[in-house]
């Protein structure tokens, strides 16, 4: 098994920064893929930022400019720096990652279990 465990959400002012992380642990080969979703009330998950083990980044356009994902592929952690931060980017936050956890098996998908970001006015 493998578990995603996301920390540093929490509540801050219109135009501060937070920094997300997520650790992944358990039975891993690989992980080709890590990235950030979130879940606003009332509306479906979406995808904010995935970095691929090839270094391949892709944004969100609610994201791009202020949000920055980085990995340590030693630590199998990933991150999420959120600068600028704006009322609309309240939302649970999720780290999801692509997970091979034998050579003889496919890759499979993990979610952490979310953590709650408030952006105040």
């Known amino acids: 098994q493998v578990q995603l465990v996301e920390s540093g959400g929490g509540l801050v002012q219109a135009g501060r920064s937070l920094r997300l992380s997520c650790a992944a642990s358990g039975r891993i080969v690989s992980i080709n893929r890590m990235g950030w979703y979130r879940q606003a009330p009332g509306k479906q998950r979406e995808s904010v930022a995935i970095?691929?083990?090839?270094?391949?980044?892709s944004y969100a356009d609610s994201a791009k400019g202020r949000f920055t994902i980085s990995r340590d592929n030693a630590q199998n952690t990933v991150y999420l720096q959120m600068n600028s931060l704006k009322p609309e980017d309240t939302a649970v936050y999720y780290c999801n990652a692509g997970v091979r956890s034998s050579w003889f098996e496919s890759s499979r998908d993990y979610w952490g279990q979310g953590t709650q970001v408030t952006v105040s006015e």
């Open positions: 970095e691929t083990s090839a270094g391949s980044i």
